[in-house]
């Protein structure tokens, strides 16, 4: 087995935060927005440089600096990266682990193990444990601010893409929803998936009255964070009433959310946040319960650097393509991998995830 060369340190840490407008203003049913922000890790050791980042408030960049930097340089990579992934989280202890404190760890940890595969000359999926040559995707966007027309043609150029599953989002008024959702329809046409994501915004009763609408009159197959992810008695209580799959766990940082959602039999499907969970140890983590639970994983978000790890696990579904991160990726990296047949395929002649920070 090829190994990192016996002596192999991280010599320096480097991070910093991106603020990129959105296109134009953007909401769901419970947020809205015009900028999305990404905190970038680099990594350093030998003549390699390992890249991670995570989507969240640039108060990240400082937590990384104070608190995770100086524990990462120094770091033996021949090390498993496993054992310092427990190692830096229990550093987060008083500063709180789920949420920001795990966010920041995720671009690190995402960082340290492209790092490790740049050095081994490798690609990532390969030294995590390729077991698929590409990971299916859905569009996603969809955004309640957007007129008719913008909704449709959006939807409609994914299609045209190739890309065979889409995903908007309802729930902010529902009175208008009926229309975006016949808008989405004809503009997808009868083949193409349709999913749905509520961001939490229904109460109980009116989410199942909802899904059975959904599947009745628009053949929407998936239905994403009905009501709060907090509530999980509410999305056990949706997924049993539910003629479509019920989803959530993109607001699941450490391993006992995830824990505490398979537990309660809340879920068809576990979604995984890499840029939230702890990067991907967490992931392949929280993946591995989802397993032991009989369930499938889809990915959320930050399609460039989830590619590769969604290649690894056996039970994948899906990993969501997001308008504003696409977007962000494409605007702050070279290397960047575009759908082919609806799906993202890691690029095996690169090391590491590929990824490199334009000057």
């Not at 480097?14 to 296109?23: F, G, L, Q, Y």
């Not at 905190?39 to 350093?44: N, Q």
């Not at 398979?262 to 946040?273: K, N, P, R």
Request: net charge negative.
């Amino acid at each position: 087995m090829v190994s990192v060369a016996t002596g192999t340190t991280v010599e320096k840490l480097e991070v910093s935060a991106h603020t990129i407008p959105t296109d134009e203003p953007e909401s769901d049913a419970t947020l809205e927005w015009d900028s999305t922000t990404i905190v970038v890790v680099r990594v350093h050791a030998g003549n390699a440089v390992g890249l991670g980042y995570t989507y969240t408030h640039d108060a990240a960049a400082r937590l990384i600096e104070d608190k995770l930097a100086p524990a990462v340089r120094g770091l033996d990579l021949e090390r498993d990266l496993s054992r310092a992934w427990h190692e830096l989280g229990a550093s987060l202890r008083n500063v709180g682990r789920p949420g920001m404190g795990f966010m920041a760890l995720s671009a690190v940890d995402i960082a340290l193990w492209d790092l490790k595969a740049r050095l081994l000359e490798q690609p990532l999926v390969d030294v995590l444990g390729g077991v698929r040559d590409d990971a299916a995707i859905y569009g996603s966007g969809g955004f309640t601010s957007y007129s008719l027309e913008r909704l449709a043609d959006q939807l409609a150029g994914w299609v045209a893409q190739g890309i065979p599953r889409v995903k908007i989002k309802v729930g902010r008024s529902p009175d208008d929803d009926p229309a975006r959702l016949d808008a989405a329809r004809v503009a997808i046409g009868e083949d193409t998936e349709l999913f749905v994501d509520a961001n939490g915004a229904f109460d109980r009763d009116d989410a199942v009255a909802w899904a059975q609408r959904y599947a009745d009159e628009w053949s929407a197959n998936w239905f994403e964070e009905p009501v709060s992810s907090a509530d999980l008695a509410g999305l056990r209580h949706v997924r049993e009433s539910s003629p479509i799959d019920v989803a959530a766990g993109e607001y699941a940082y450490v391993p006992a959310d995830f824990r505490n959602l398979l537990e309660a039999d809340a879920v068809d499907c576990l979604q995984i946040d890499v840029t939230r969970c702890g990067g991907y140890t967490g992931f392949l983590h929280a993946a591995a319960l989802a397993e032991q639970h009989g369930l499938q994983v889809s990915a959320h978000c930050a399609p460039q650097v989830s590619a590769h790890v969604c290649c690894a696990v056996p039970h994948f579904r899906h990993l969501e393509y997001f308008h504003d991160h696409v977007r962000v990726e494409q605007i702050l990296f070279d290397g960047v991998l575009e759908p082919v047949s609806g799906a993202l395929r890691p690029d095996r002649s690169r090391p590491g995830h590929g990824l490199e920070l334009k000057a």
